[in-house]
């Protein structure tokens, strides 16, 4: 499985946009970058995925970049109930064993008031 | 709200005992995936079925089993507990088995083996 890097925390304050990044150099060209977040005591929840190009939803937005070896979540305007811990995942649609999500530590995003 | 709901939410038990798990699928989905979050393995799947067939396993231990019966709810019976089991298990669920689809999660148990 392809492999992403997020670093282990991040801090922000509210009202204040928020751009979490992930590395992801062995992408293949099949594979879909998924945002997944667990809130506290809680089981995670589906953010947001893209492809090449950049998304946006009601909650967040994806920027891939061009070479699609990174991506970055972006909040735009962090409220305390995102403070979760933010996972990155790599799946790929195209058959194999890509039917679980693969979870690494994420980012635990901090929300300041 | 995910829709997909699980019960109990809490569960204490002791060592050597067997426990059953429950998760109701969101309405119309058909897969329903296990994980299990422990604090040194973090999150990782055990087991998933589809239209009450197994599908795929992960690192599901031999004293764990799982079922999907005929109206799409699971179960995940658990045992011979070890204290290690304790953990939070999630069960989530999707429209199909497509590797692509969205996998919304139920709220755990959380299970206490002492």
């Known amino acids: 499985d392809a492999k992403t890097t997020q670093p282990n925390s991040m801090e922000s304050n509210e009202e204040e946009p928020v751009h979490l990044p992930c590395n992801h150099s062995?992408?293949?060209?099949?594979?879909?970058i998924h945002w997944y977040r667990q809130l506290p005591s809680q089981g995670p929840e589906y953010v947001i995925h893209?492809?090449?190009s950049n998304v946006n939803n009601r909650m967040a937005s994806l920027a891939i970049a061009e070479d699609r070896k990174s991506s970055t979540l972006i909040l735009h305007r962090a409220t305390l109930r995102d403070a979760a811990v933010y996972y990155c995942?790599?799946?790929?649609?195209?058959?194999?064993?890509?039917?679980?999500?693969?979870f690494g530590k994420g980012t635990l995003l901090t929300v300041n008031p | 709200d995910s829709g997909v709901t699980q019960t109990p939410k809490h569960l204490i038990t002791a060592t050597g005992q067997r426990v059953t798990l429950r998760c109701s699928p969101r309405?119309?989905?058909?897969?329903v995936y296990w994980y299990q979050q422990s604090l040194d393995q973090g999150l990782q799947f055990l087991i998933q079925y589809y239209n009450g067939e197994e599908r795929a396993k992960g690192n599901i231990l031999e004293r764990f089993s799982a079922q999907q019966f005929p109206d799409l709810h699971s179960e995940l019976n658990l045992s011979s507990l070890e204290l290690g089991d304790s953990a939070l298990y999630f069960c989530?669920?999707?429209?199909?088995?497509?590797?692509?689809?969205?996998?919304?999660f139920g709220p755990g148990t959380r299970l206490t083996v002492l």
């Open positions: 989530a669920s999707s429209l199909t088995s497509a590797e692509s689809d969205t996998q919304y």
């Open positions: 309405s119309g989905d058909l897969s």
């Open positions: 995942i790599l799946r790929d649609p195209s058959g194999g064993s890509n039917y679980k999500l693969t």
């Open positions: 893209g492809l090449t």
């Open positions: 062995t992408i293949s060209g099949t594979d879909y």
